[in-house]
């Protein structure tokens, strides 16, 4: 096999799917330390700040900061190159957050146990979907008091749609944690506080019926055990590596982050189990990943808040072929030819340059705004990467202007802003107002005070009666003129140019679709 095919098909690469404050960071940091790529537990910083972040600049730029060294995570474990690709989560969630799961290949959604399915796991779940992502299941703070395992299996069936395959069960809960089962090694992990660092410091014993688990779990709940084993083995699916890859189902894990423990049975499933990088559609063929030349699609832009560095950096994902330092590459938007000399690669929490990078794999371009999310980047074919979509905004905001003389400054820099990705802007047909939209509130503050920083425009941003945004289509171009006419009070135009239903509310948006039945509505728009 080739250097290339094998370094291909050890790559993992995947994003954390969770609700705040269900464990995300603190199951990455046990991941990185199975990794060997920390050595201890507490080096993916500043969560504290970014909890608590306000609209004061100081904690933006340092959870900005943050976000930008974490933004992919490198380590090697067990023969495999493991890419964490991080999904902003509390205050600096945005649309970015769902464009990072266009870019893997596989997710892990983790799950409170006492709060069970939340709301924004659904909707990124929602985002997984559209490319049915495979998705593994890590339910969490096992040591705390939750709903029942079967309940939450149920919950996560009924809720979003996905069978699921417990692999570990739960042996107790809270304080009368025991440990957990794993239904394919036949072995009970005991739980012991402190423990669990490595497989060398676990207490295992296989199987249910050594003299000495019956000691260790007592008769009871061992009694006990087997009769939920029994139950669970009836009534669930067992595990189906097609219907995994499929999206249909996924196969669940428990276990208590912040104790380490049930997360090295999770890890070495995913590194087994989870898919190497996919083939990619695009624009006139599926590019395979073990394809020698070089493509890629960038789906994150992130500012450098280093003043002295007005750069920006461009996430691209690697799809094909192997990237060297100092090499070519034809930009197909714009069919210009770029040198990337300096990409940048992001090992656990420090920047390094990059010499080669493979399918999986993800390299940060320097750009000075020229470069936009969903642009593909190949040795010359001249393709473009489907499926990296915006996505329809949920919070908007009226730009208002406190200098009314710096309008088209406003302008400007909205576009630019919006080029990024991370927020959107709509021009009104009726109106001469600037309508911003994001799926995260703190991207108002961060616009407006980038609007001031960069392009000197003192704006202030105001509530106004939109509730949500559909990108329209209609094949029949009088149908679509009609509608137009009937709509125009809440029409726009968004930044590439494509018409937009903004409708004040849920209601209206249901109306306005039942009215007019040959338009499509869609919650995401294809990047030109
Ligand atoms: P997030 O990134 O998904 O938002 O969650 P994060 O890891 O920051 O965890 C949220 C809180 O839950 C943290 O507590 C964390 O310590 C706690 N936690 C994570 N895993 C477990 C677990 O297995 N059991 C229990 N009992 N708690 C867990 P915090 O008090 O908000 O922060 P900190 O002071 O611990 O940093």
Redesign the pocket.
């Known amino acids: 096999m080739s250097t290339h095919s094998a370094e291909t098909r050890r790559r993992r690469t995947f994003a954390?799917v969770?609700?705040?404050?269900?464990?995300?960071?603190?199951?990455?940091?046990k991941l990185l330390l199975f990794g060997g790529a920390i050595q201890m537990a507490g080096s993916v910083k500043g969560?504290?700040a970014a909890?608590h972040a306000t609209s004061d600049w100081m904690a933006l730029e340092k959870e900005r900061g943050i976000s930008v060294t974490s933004s992919v995570m490198q380590f090697p474990y067990e023969g495999k190159i493991v890419n964490l690709l991080d999904t902003p989560?509390?205050a600096d969630f945005s649309e970015d957050t769902y464009r990072v799961l266009t870019a893997v290949d596989s997710a892990l959604m983790?799950i409170?146990c006492a709060k069970g399915v939340e709301e924004r796991t659904i909707k990124l779940m929602e985002v997984c979907r559209l490319r049915d992502t495979p998705i593994m299941t890590f339910i969490?703070?096992?040591?705390?008091e939750g709903k029942s395992p079967i309940e939450l299996l149920d919950e996560v069936e009924s809720v979003l749609g996905i069978a699921c395959a417990p692999l570990t069960w739960p042996i107790g809960m809270g304080k009368r944690l025991k440990g957990v089962y794993h239904l394919l090694l036949d072995e009970v992990h005991l739980f012991e506080q402190g423990r669990n660092f490595t497989r060398q410091d676990s207490t295992i014993f296989k199987g249910l019926d050594s003299p000495e688990l019956e000691a260790a779990l007592g008769a009871e709940a061992l009694a006990e055990l087997r009769e939920e084993l029994e139950l669970v083995q009836g009534a669930a699916p067992s595990f189906d590596l097609g219907d995994y890859l499929a999206g249909k189902l996924t196969p669940v894990f428990f276990?208590?982050?912040?104790?380490n423990?049930g997360v090295q049975l999770l890890l070495d499933f995913f590194v087994e189990h989870a898919p190497a990088p996919r083939p990619r559609a695009t624009t006139s063929r599926e590019v395979q990943p073990e394809e020698e030349k070089l493509t890629g699609f960038v789906f994150k832009i992130q500012a450098n808040m280093d003043p002295a560095h007005r750069d920006r950096v461009a996430f691209m994902r690697v799809c094909s072929g192997t990237y060297a330092a100092g090499m070519k590459m034809i930009q197909t938007r714009t069919n210009k030819e770029v040198r990337i000399a300096n990409a940048l690669t992001f090992m656990a929490s420090d920047r390094e340059i990059v010499e080669t990078a493979y399918p999986g794999d993800v390299i940060g371009l320097h750009n000075h705004g020229t470069i936009s999310i969903g642009d593909t980047f190949t040795e010359g074919e001249p393709v473009s990467f489907t499926g990296i979509p915006n996505f329809a905004p949920e919070l908007f905001r009226r730009a208002r202007l406190r200098d009314p003389l710096k309008m088209k400054a406003l302008q400007k820099g909205l576009a630019q802003l919006s080029e990024e990705g991370a927020t959107q802007f709509f021009r009104p047909l009726m109106s001469n107002d600037l309508i911003l939209g994001a799926v995260g509130v703190l991207q108002f503050d961060v616009v407006a005070y980038r609007l001031k920083d960069e392009y000197g425009v003192d704006a202030a941003f105001e509530p106004v009666t939109v509730a949500t945004a559909r990108w329209v289509h209609c094949d029949d171009a009088k149908k679509l003129e009609e509608f137009r006419e009937k709509n125009a009070m809440n029409l726009a135009i968004d930044g590439a140019g494509e018409l937009v239903y903004l409708a004040p509310s849920r209601v209206n948006l249901q109306l306005a679709q039942e009215r007019s039945p040959a338009v499509r509505f869609s919650a995401t728009r294809e990047h030109a």
């Open positions: 954390i969770s609700h705040p404050d269900a464990g995300k960071t603190t199951l990455t940091e969560r504290k909890r989560g509390h983790v409170d969490n703070k096992l040591d705390r276990g208590s982050a912040v104790n423990f």
